[in-house]
């Protein structure tokens, strides 16, 4: 039931038509997980609070940093250096009260991905790594759960809702459009390429407003379908998805490290550094104010600005890349590695890892 205040609240949604009342209630039973409190998570999650969604769960083990500033609208320079997931909470809380959350100040992965998963209606991937996407999808077959499903690139963003059974028939998944992953060349990230700050903001909206519509059943949502959007010609497209009838039962989680070719650059153990500490240059590639908060030593080059500081390093030194907890810091290994340096390794686990 709804109080007379939360009857206030929502009074602009109730009175839409195909909503009313019955609509909110379903809102405020609802149980939804966003996965990834960054670019598509924040606005998913103030959209998501704000319409009355009564449980919302936020998984992100990462720090809010200075160039996160631009596009996750949640935070502010009073966070930096502090957890998304439990900041992300706070924030919410003021734009309303009465939706619970439960906060995973942690990375989402293999020994606690299902535990997570099985608790929430509806899920929601705002994530920006492959390994983590076939991790969600594969949790959410096994666990028969809907994935809200939204990445962005550049200048382009894509939505859909995953794995929803139709007529008796399994849902389109995440693996059926991408059977396999691109190559590392294929798929840079953000802080390699660039994102315009306010797309995930339109893309999180979009998430967010599928997500109503699969919970209060109205409307037809993205299910078994991808809409992509231009957002330099203002243009989207709607395609209709199908089911690969080729693709092998999900079951069981996999490496997705190794499915993704992610482990495919040298590494090297705390313990290897530290015994051979004199023999490498070490690259921290995080932000400044992450490596001023906790550092390892070695020069400060954060990612978003590799590129364009390759010339600075010298190709006869052996250098170990480093961030916080060793994802990051694959791929400026592979930058460097593509761009002629011969001897570059990642720090595996990172800062978090090196004691």
């Given amino acids: 039931m709804l109080s007379k205040e939360e009857i206030l609240r929502y009074s602009r949604q109730t009175i839409l038509p195909g909503f009313d009342l019955s609509g909110q209630e379903k809102l405020k039973a609802a149980k939804v997980l966003v996965i990834g409190a960054g670019g598509l998570g924040c606005p998913v999650l103030q959209y998501l609070a704000a319409a009355g969604v009564g449980k919302i769960g936020i998984v992100d083990g990462d720090i809010v940093d200075i160039s996160n500033l631009h596009r996750q609208i949640l935070y502010n320079e009073n966070d930096l250096g502090k957890n998304k997931a439990i900041q992300a909470a706070e924030k919410i809380l003021l734009i309303n009260p009465f939706v619970k959350t439960d906060i995973y100040a942690e990375h989402l992965n293999n020994d606690n991905a299902l535990e997570i998963i099985a608790s929430y209606d509806i899920i929601l991937d705002g994530t920006d790594n492959f390994p983590t996407r076939y991790l969600i999808n594969d949790a959410c077959v096994i666990l028969d759960k809907p994935n809200v499903f939204a990445s962005i690139n550049q200048f382009s963003a894509q939505v859909s809702i995953f794995n929803v059974k139709e007529n008796g028939k399994r849902g389109v998944n995440y693996r059926d459009i991408y059977p396999t992953p691109p190559r590392a060349e294929e798929s840079p990230s953000c802080a390699e390429v660039g994102v315009l700050g306010v797309l995930p903001g339109i893309a999180g909206s979009v998430q967010a407003l599928e997500a109503i519509k699969l919970i209060t059943d ?129 720090l595996i686990g990172g800062v978090e890892n090196f004691q």
């Fill in 218 to 346: 109205l409307g037809d949502a993205l299910i078994n379908k991808l809409w992509i959007y231009d957002a330099l010609n203002n243009q989207s497209t709607t395609l209709r998805l199908s089911i690969d009838e080729q693709q092998k039962e999900i079951t069981q989680l996999e490496d997705y490290q190794v499915f993704c070719a992610i482990d495919t650059v040298p590494e090297i153990s705390a313990q290897e550094a530290k015994t051979n500490w004199n023999d490498y240059e070490f690259i921290d590639v995080r932000t400044p104010d992450k490596h001023a908060h906790k550092n390892i030593g070695g020069i400060n080059i954060p990612i978003d600005v590799l590129h364009e500081r390759l010339s600075q390093l010298n190709k006869n030194k052996k250098y170990i890349c480093y961030c916080s907890t060793g994802n990051k810091s694959k791929t400026a290994t592979h930058i460097l590695l593509k761009n002629g340096f011969p001897t570059v390794q990642s």
